[in-house]
């Protein structure tokens, strides 16, 4: 029975939030051209926080926040580079790029000419 109180409040939650949402949206477009810009732009902002308020109270809501806030943490125990480091690899991966644009070449040109000479012997029988 819990559960079914949750799930049907839940729901009501999830309609109030995208009507609040849509109503945001509607008063955005609507004031187009009697408003100022930023005052429209405040105004869905605030309705966009007001629905994300309310649909943080449902069950999928608090595990999408509890999401974003453990990603959050993982992203924090990211180390970027140093600008040296960036520097080095990126040469490392151009020197390396241009070896092999050479063996390729290198290739190319062998089998290419073993393709002509093998042409060129079937030719002559």
Do not use: C, H, N
């Amino acid at each position: 029975m819990a559960a079914e109180k949750s799930s049907s409040s839940d729901m009501v939650m999830w309609i109030l939030a995208a009507l609040v949402l849509g109503g945001g949206l509607y008063g955005f477009v609507y004031f187009e051209g009697q408003a100022m810009t930023l005052i429209r732009v405040v105004g869905l902002v605030a309705a966009v926080g007001v629905a994300l308020a309310i649909a943080s109270r449902t069950t999928k809501g608090r595990e999408g926040f509890s999401y974003v806030r453990e990603v959050d943490v993982e992203r924090r125990k990211v180390v970027w580079p140093t600008r040296q480091e960036t520097v080095q690899t990126t040469l490392i991966v151009f020197a390396v790029t241009v070896v092999v644009a050479i063996i390729l070449f290198i290739m190319d040109t062998a089998f290419g000419g073993l393709v002509r000479w093998l042409i060129g012997m079937g030719g002559d029988l």
